[in-house]
């Protein structure tokens, strides 16, 4: 089908700013994130109003978009003559994909729902080149072959300040139990990875200076990359100077890796004090070039 007549849908862990969003002519669907009795949806507060209400009384929860949220939001598209394409974050974490599959059922073969296997920047770089893809006028199924290559090629490493909220969170219950040994018995600061959509434990380190350069020394391992972004919660400026340093580190021009601030659907998780590295490696796992068949 030609791209002209496809739009793009996501979900808010995407972490795309709303200009941006505006400009690409996507539509998000928001998860949300409760304290105690208020709910509200993902965006709907600023990360600084956010983070004030994580001091309490209630610790914060985020809940999957609805199954008849997604059914809102691709009804009037396909009603337009839209074919729908609909990437969501990694089903390893989430139960966002599943709410999207259920409800693309409604509306036959118009929606196409893909686990970009991501979140944060990695989801937002998919989002960037199916549009772009789209306004091509490519056809449906070679753009969702972009997204599948791409997640084959994106990695993400982070150093954590706390494992209280993904402990709460219950979104890596595979390594909680060593991970709350070793930061217990040691100290230690734990570095997660995110590989083929589920995270996992990557390393320790005894520090958080120490963290930053293992997660250096694991994005020039996968080097040369097609693109990077710094990710993190509430440490903009220690961000920046990590940018730097892995620009210095890999030659990626400084002003092509963003920082993004992780939104509180993620940071529920996450926690404050995250910095972590999304790379997106030039060369497939199998050792072939980008897009090779």
């Known amino acids: ?29 928001p998860l949300s994130v409760s304290f105690g009795p208020e709910v509200f949806l993902d965006g709907e507060l600023t990360h600084d109003e956010f983070w004030e209400k994580t001091k309490g009384p ?3 929860k985020s809940s999957q978009p609805s199954v008849g949220a997604f059914e809102e939001v691709f009804a009037p598209l396909v009603e337009e003559g839209y074919r729908v394409l609909c990437l969501t974050i990694t ?45 091509k006028g ?19 490493f982070a150093v954590l300040d706390t494992i ?25 600061k734990p570095i997660l990875k995110m590989v083929d959509g589920e995270l996992d434990l990557a390393a320790t380190a005894r520090s958080y200076e120490k963290a930053l350069k293992r997660i ?10 097609e693109k990077m972004a710094v990710i993190h919660t509430r440490l903009p400026e220690r961000a920046a100077s990590f940018a730097d340093t892995l620009a210095s580190a890999t030659g990626v021009p400084r002003g092509q890796i963003p920082m993004v601030e992780m939104g509180p659907a993620i940071a529920t998780h996450a926690g404050p004090g995250v910095i972590g590295a999304f790379v997106l490696s030039e060369t497939a796992p199998d050792g072939g070039k980008a897009g090779e068949a």
Request: hydrophobic share 45%; proline share 3%.
């Open 1 to 29: 089908m030609d791209g002209s007549k496809i739009r793009v849908v996501t979900d808010s862990t995407c972490d795309l700013p709303k200009g941006e969003v505006d400009r690409l002519g996507v539509v998000v669907v």
């Open 58 to 60: 209630f610790w914060p």
């Open 91 to 135: 089903s390893h974490h989430s139960g966002t994909y599943n709410s999207a599959w259920a409800a693309a059922q409604r509306f036959g073969g118009s929606v196409t729902v893909v686990d970009s296997l991501s979140v944060s920047a990695g989801l937002a770089w998919q989002v960037l080149a199916e549009v772009e893809a789209a306004r």
């Open 138 to 156: 490519m056809a449906l199924e070679d753009i969702v072959t972009i997204s599948h290559d791409m997640a084959t090629r994106t990695k993400l």
């Open 164 to 188: 209280e909220n993904v402990r709460r969170g219950g979104r890596v219950d595979k390594v909680m139990p060593l991970l709350s040994r070793l930061m217990s018995a040691f100290s230690l």
């Open 216 to 225: 250096q020394e694991e994005v020039v391992a996968v080097a040369p990359l």
